[in-house]
């Protein structure tokens, strides 16, 4: 079986927002879910929680597809922000105090107001390769940031170095990942 | 506004993750408000969190898991609210805590000069806004893990430099300093901090225990 292209499942959530497609919410469904509990069961969730909370954060991709837009971030990134913020809030319990990027009293306004250019979605794939082709010793750490919620300190402790180079690797890392979306630092 | 001092990218990536808890996630998402080359670089780092989910080995829904969304897909749900302008000096994730009005805010007296007012603490660190007036400031003191402090009105200046508007400033355990208000209006910041400060001499380390400083 082919996985659906990044283009394909963008494409299938901005059909549920504009016709509340079914048949394109199954792509969705069948591509995300199996990938979001997988997710949650990596942070420590229970096989029947994880079921819970992926089911959840496809509803939440069906109630919400009219928030999506691909210019800013492609499907995996929206879902994953989707899951991450269930995470918190029904597993640790917390708030997450979070932004809405539409919202215009950002500052300096938000960027399409202020005209960027950057085209997220094609910034995204650049990310994807820049991602890919990182040194194996910085790839970990931020890999580890995603999936083992541990602050950097426990990281460092766990892979047996020094916090300043956790610190350093993510800062080259991500220096990487920046220069890879075009954006001067 | 123009930002000097951004907090650091491990900071922004433990926020990108979901890692960082509500306190510090609190102190990001306000300065984020502010800062559109940090909010690029939270992106990017949501980014790479979509990548590692595309990537992922999936692990199998349950049989009846689609059906069972699918008998869910015409409950009602809350409508989708979209944000307003809002001509506010609370940065968006703050008036959650705080409402729109800075002024409102019923402040706790420290010393004179010196108020502060408890937000969230979670895992021990804790997040409050300090009020300084001018001239007033927080003794000398050390920190036993590490502080961030988020300029929101005002600006105050210590050893390290000055820090204004937008700007988060990070200590952490080997700088000794004793933060000033500078002249002007009253400097309101959003501190958290991982550990009680440690402070040098008798009575500011009473009003430190007070306070939870
Ligand atoms: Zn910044």
Request: glycine share 6%; proline share 7%; hydrophobic share 45%.
């Amino acid at each position: 079986m082919t996985l659906p292209s990044v283009d394909r499942l963008n494409a299938a959530i901005c059909a549920i927002a504009a016709t509340r497609d079914r048949a394109a919410f199954q792509i969705v469904f069948d591509h995300f879910a199996p990938r979001v509990k997988s997710y949650l069961v990596r942070l420590g969730a229970s096989a029947p929680l994880a079921e819970d909370l992926a089911q959840e954060a496809l509803l939440t991709v069906w109630r919400k597809a009219a928030l999506f837009d691909p210019a800013r971030a492609s499907a995996s990134t929206w879902i994953f922000t989707i899951a991450r913020n269930l995470r918190i809030d029904a597993i640790r319990r917390e708030r997450r105090p979070d932004l809405d990027p539409n919202d215009p009293s950002l500052q300096p306004e938000a960027e399409r107001d202020a005209g960027d250019s950057l085209d997220w979605g094609k910034a995204e794939d650049r990310l994807r390769t820049a991602l890919a082709a990182l040194p194996k010793e910085q790839a970990e750490i931020i890999s580890l940031s995603f999936l083992a919620e541990k602050p950097h300190s426990a990281i460092a402790a766990e892979l047996g170095l020094p916090l300043g180079t956790v610190k350093s690797r993510i800062r080259l890392a991500m220096a990487r990942l920046r220069l890879a979306l075009g954006d001067s630092p | 506004m123009s930002i000097a001092h951004h907090p650091g990218e491990e900071l922004l990536l433990s926020y990108a993750s979901g890692a960082a808890n509500e306190a510090v996630a609190l102190l990001v998402a306000s300065h984020l408000a502010l800062c559109r080359q940090c909010r690029l670089v939270v992106a990017s780092s949501e980014a790479a969190g979509g990548s590692l989910l595309e990537d992922i080995p999936p692990v199998a829904m349950s049989a009846q898991a689609y059906q069972s969304v699918l008998s869910r897909l015409d409950e009602p749900a809350a409508a989708i609210v979209r944000s307003a302008h809002l001509d506010s000096s609370v940065p968006a994730p703050l008036r959650a805590y705080i409402g729109n009005d800075i002024d409102g805010i019923a402040w706790r007296p420290i010393v004179s000069g010196l108020a502060h007012y408890p937000l969230v603490t979670r895992d021990g660190v804790r997040a409050r806004l300090i009020r300084a007036e001018p001239g007033a400031g927080v003794a000398p003191h050390t920190h036993r893990g590490e502080e961030w402090t988020l300029v929101l009105t005002g600006s105050f200046s210590d050893v390290t430099g000055r820090y204004g508007p937008g700007d988060v400033q990070t200590t952490t355990p080997d700088i000794e300093h004793q933060p000033t208000a500078d002249p002007g209006p009253a400097c309101i910041n959003l501190a958290v901090t991982d550990a009680p400060l440690v402070f040098r001499g008798f009575l500011p380390k009473l009003v430190g225990k007070m306070f939870g400083f």
